[in-house]
T-cell receptor, first 115, second 112 residues
Framework: QQQVKQSPQSLIVQKGGISIINCAYE??????FPWYQQFPGKGPALLIA?????SEKKEGRFTISFNKSAKQFSLHIMDSQPGDSATYFC??????????????FGQGTILTVHP | DAGVTQSPTHLIKTRGQQVTLRCSPK?????VSWYQQALGQGPQFIFQ???????QRGNFPDRFSGHQFPNYSSELNVNALLLGDSALYLC???????????FGPGTRLTVL
């Protein structure tokens, strides 16, 4: 019930293209959904996050789309650049519940953007 | 403004040994969470410390223990190391246990 399932495992996109990564969750108590970017040898860095009271949030080239009824959310990277090549993780948290400190992560997506 | 720092960067141990990893939170943060990231996987929550107490715990055995000091820094201890404990151990800090977590670069632990 605590799982977050992420797809695809890997993604190859041409420079300038759109990268789309999807996540699905089971626990309806989750109320905070962040996306993290991780480069080799580094810790995850927060990219963008959304709460379920909105269906979309955009920050620069990064957009989160959220579908509460389907229990799914996705990350869209517009105008993908080689510098975006990294591993991306979706995550979820029940910020107001008994496990408020625990982020539950997806399995990760390795994004490669070809020049 | 220093971010989250962790030491050591890399560590090699043998089965059965004990290890201590250290974390200094981002300036102004008072809460530390620890995660284990196996190769090719997402981070898994180990536990969270706030006000020098363990507040949350994930599905990890008692071999994993921790401590938080009055200056908010934290240690992760793992006893009786197993091969399966080989992973990147991440520390994340936040301002309070409910807030956004900022991750450090991690400690790569290899158990031989």
């Amino acid at each position: 019930q605590q799982q977050v399932k992420q797809s695809p495992q890997s993604l190859i996109v041409q420079k300038g293209g759109i990268s789309i990564i999807n996540c699905a969750y089971e626990n309806t108590a989750f109320d905070y959904f962040p996306w993290y970017q991780q480069f080799p040898g580094k810790g995850p860095a927060l990219l963008i996050a959304i709460r379920p009271d909105v269906s979309e949030k955009k920050e620069g080239r990064f957009t989160i789309s959220f579908n509460k009824s389907a229990k799914q959310f996705s990350l869209h990277i517009m105008d993908s650049q080689p510098g975006d090549s990294a591993t991306y993780f979706c995550a979820a948290k029940n910020a107001g519940g008994t496990s408020y400190g625990k982020l539950t992560f997806g399995q990760g997506t390795i994004l490669t953007v070809h020049p | 403004d220093a971010g989250v720092t962790q030491s050591p960067t890399h560590l090699i141990k043998t089965r059965g040994q004990q290890v201590t990893l250290r974390c200094s939170p981002k300036s102004g943060h008072d809460t530390v969470s620890w995660y284990q990231q196996a190769l090719g996987q997402g981070p898994q929550f180990i536990f969270q410390y706030y006000e020098e107490e363990e507040r949350q715990r994930g599905n990890f055995p008692d071999r994993f223990s921790g401590h938080q000091f009055p200056n908010y820094s934290s240690e992760l201890n793992v006893n009786a190391l197993l091969l399966g404990d080989s992973a990147l151990y991440l520390c994340a800090s936040s301002l309070g246990p409910h807030s956004e977590q900022f991750f450090g670069p991690g400690t790569r632990l290899t158990v031989l």
